[in-house]
């Protein structure tokens, strides 16, 4: 029995080894250039490109035929997506998982909706691979992983939502707040993978204040973080030697965020996924 997980790109780069492993490409689409977010994107490039553009742009969901690809020709496929509520991500799984099954009934393809999306998609990846490790049955793996999703969260750090507003994920009076310089929005993802915005903080200080803060309310415990910055490496640091101290934990990684992220959390933005 071979296993493989698969995700889309929004979980950035897939850092895990011990399991065969497959990204399906989100597109970030603007009326000049379209770039497919996999391994030969240049997300900092993508990033300064998009700071001197001021024309439309949009982003758009693997569909049926790229999940078929990731799938490749695995026997049992745990298929991970960005939140069902943000994106169609989920639902193009869904149909390529009926597709699969139905042209090879002898396979398996669970689909995960993250109800989430970077860090928080790399602890359900890293899971998995824990689980396939360890020699479980599928369906048993299964069980466990959506027992293991009520236990991860994911909290953000904005400094602008404009990409958010004018895709419709916030509301465009929420996203004018964070225009404003030295403004950072913070805030959860909701159980029903929504973005929960909870604090407007003024300067670095101030917002690792409200991090923890929030982290702490929502349970934060001393697990694995998982954080992912756009172009935000110092305060990256900064963040995970505080988190180190207050949660007392030392399994702490960061990485950038790939292109669905740089595009959506914009430069200076940082997503972290956290166990609770
Ligand atoms: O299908 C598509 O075109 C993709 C749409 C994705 C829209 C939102 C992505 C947000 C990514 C922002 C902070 C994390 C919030 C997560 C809340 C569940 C990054």
């Known amino acids: 029995m071979n296993y493989k997980i698969v995700a889309d790109s929004s979980a950035d780069k897939i850092k895990i080894t011990g399991v065969p492993t497959a990204s399906a490409p989100l597109k970030i ?21 998009l700071k001197g553009y001021s024309g439309k742009s949009s982003t758009a969901c693997p569909g049926v035929n790229d ?14 997506t960005i939140s069902s509520n943000l994106s169609g991500s ?20 669970f689909v995960i909706d993250s109800l989430s999306t970077g860090g928080e998609m790399q602890l359900i990846i890293e899971k998995l691979e824990e689980l396939i490790l360890s020699g479980i049955a599928f369906d048993e793996i299964c069980k466990k992983i959506t027992e293991y999703q009520k236990s991860t969260g994911l909290l953000f750090m904005l400094q602008s939502l404009k990409n958010l507003a004018n895709n419709g ?21 909701s159980d029903e993978g929504r973005l929960d915005i909870t604090d407007k903080s003024r300067g670095d200080k101030k917002a690792l204040a409200s991090i923890i803060e929030r982290m ?30 207050e949660f007392n934990t030392t399994d702490i990684k960061i990485q950038k965020t790939g292109g669905l992220c740089s595009f959506y959390a914009e430069s200076g933005g940082i997503i972290i996924g956290f166990e609770k």
């Open 29 to 49: 689409i603007t009326n000049e250039r379209e770039f497919i977010d996999d391994e030969n994107l240049n997300s900092d490039e993508m990033v300064a490109y």
């Open 169 to 189: 994920r916030v509301s465009h009076a929420v996203a004018k707040i964070s225009g404003i310089l030295g403004i950072r929005i913070i805030g959860l993802a």
């Open 90 to 109: 989920f639902n193009s799984a869904c149909l390529a998982a009926s597709e699969y099954e139905t042209t090879y009934p002898d396979r398996n393809v």
């Open 67 to 80: 999940w078929l690809t990731a799938f490749g020709d695995s026997e049992n496929v745990f298929c991970i």
């Open 216 to 245: 702490k309310i929502a349970g934060c415990k001393n697990g694995k973080i998982r954080i992912s910055h756009c172009q935000n490496e110092t305060f990256a640091e900064t963040i995970k030697d505080a988190l180190e101290r």
